[in-house]
């Protein structure tokens, strides 16, 4: 179902150190998840997706894990910059990125030096 | 990148006003966009899936009549908040997918706009 919340938890890390995100996804159904990042006032931002028959897949500076067992996503940041701070949503679909989205409560990440 | 520009970025309205929102997919074809809410500090909602040329299909709990989804062509789609009160004043974000991809048949979303109903 959908994600809803009144606050967001809060991940604080010192630049230059590794971040892990972490999501719980709703439908076991899913085949599809994506990680976004969002900066105040702006739209979702792609980072990193992976299909449902993957576990690991790695991008730039940032890794994606998924474990279907336990319906659980998560999202490395390695080397975490200021730049980095933001709101973090993971978001999974029944099919792909044609289908719509279910997104997670999301994660604002806070960076300091 | 694929890009999905918003218009206008923010608006202000008075009570029982109308609001049209517009999304545009700016160097792809997009057969289907989709339309989100977001209020301050939560995540995004799902509003409605626009097909081009076919009516939106809207999430439980969506009223239809308010929220007024055109998607006219495979760049377009408008959201229209029709008699607009105080508790619509939100984050309307929209979307596009760009099939064909090799692996990352991914939405692009547009930058948002900021909807304040007085």
């Known amino acids: 179902g959908e994600s809803v919340g009144l606050h967001l938890p809060t991940l604080s890390v010192q630049e230059g150190d590794n971040s892990i995100i972490n999501c719980a996804y709703s439908?076991?159904?899913?085949?599809?998840f994506i990680w976004y990042k969002q900066e105040s006032g702006k739209g979702p931002q792609f980072i990193i997706d992976i299909r449902s028959n993957m576990d690991k897949r790695q991008g730039q500076r940032v890794t994606v894990l998924l474990n279907k067992t336990v319906k659980h996503l998560s999202l490395q940041i390695a080397a975490t910059q200021p730049g980095d701070s933001a709101v973090y949503f993971c978001a999974e679909s029944l099919t792909g990125g044609t289908d719509k989205l279910i997104f997670g409560t999301g994660t604002r990440l806070q960076v300091f030096p | 990148g694929a890009v999905v520009s918003q218009h206008p970025s923010w608006v202000i309205c008075k009570s029982g006003t109308s609001v049209k929102i517009e999304c545009r997919s700016l160097?792809?074809?997009?057969?289907?966009m989709f339309w989100y809410r977001q209020f301050p500090k939560q995540s995004l909602m799902l509003m409605a899936t626009s097909n081009e040329g076919s009516k939106a299909t809207y999430e439980q709990g969506v009223e239809k009549d308010k929220f007024l989804i055109n998607h006219a062509s495979l760049t377009l789609s408008t959201l229209t908040v029709t008699s607009a009160h105080p508790e619509d004043s939100s984050f309307y974000i929209c979307s596009a997918s760009r099939p064909g991809l090799a692996f990352s048949d991914t939405q692009y979303f547009g930058p948002g706009t900021r909807l304040t109903v007085l």
């Open positions: 160097d792809f074809q997009a057969t289907t």
């Open positions: 439908n076991s159904a899913s085949d599809y």
